[in-house]
Nanobody, 129 residues
């Protein structure tokens, strides 16, 4: 079964860090660009960033550069989103998705795709003291 599963969300204090995982099963994630997205109820989905394949170049929304880092571990068939210095505007459900035909734009959302592939179910991130 082809699927992506996000994990690692939870409650963190402002200024804290979390690492989200996007684990693939049923296919080799190393061959795919992967994007991270987030969505707050009642708002549009927002692009966080993406990692290309096979060169693993990474790209981020302007507002998140320096705080969020995307990486992948091909041995674990997993892509990660490391989030640091979390702020009150970061709480959302975070999703990952494979991106087909990735192209990089000069304005947000920088990671655009001809087609989205598999999506995970999302993981909730809450920032509160």
């Amino acid at each position: 079964q082809v699927q992506l599963v996000e994990s690692g969300g939870g409650l963190v204090q402002p200024g804290g860090s979390l690492r989200l995982s996007c684990a693939a099963s049923g296919f080799n994630l190393a061959y795919y660009a992967v994007g991270w997205f987030r969505q707050v109820p009642g708002k549009e989905r927002e692009g966080v960033g993406c990692i290309a394949a096979p060169d693993d170049s990474t790209y981020y929304a302007d507002s998140l550069k320096g705080r969020f880092t995307i990486s992948r571990d091909n041995m674990k068939n997993t892509v990660y989103l490391q989030m640091s210095n979390l702020k009150s505007e970061d709480p959302a459900v975070y999703y990952c998705a494979t991106l087909r035909g990735l192209y990089i734009a000069t304005t947000d959302p920088v990671c655009r795709a001809r087609e989205f592939g598999s999506w995970g179910q999302g993981t909730q991130v809450t920032v509160a003291s």
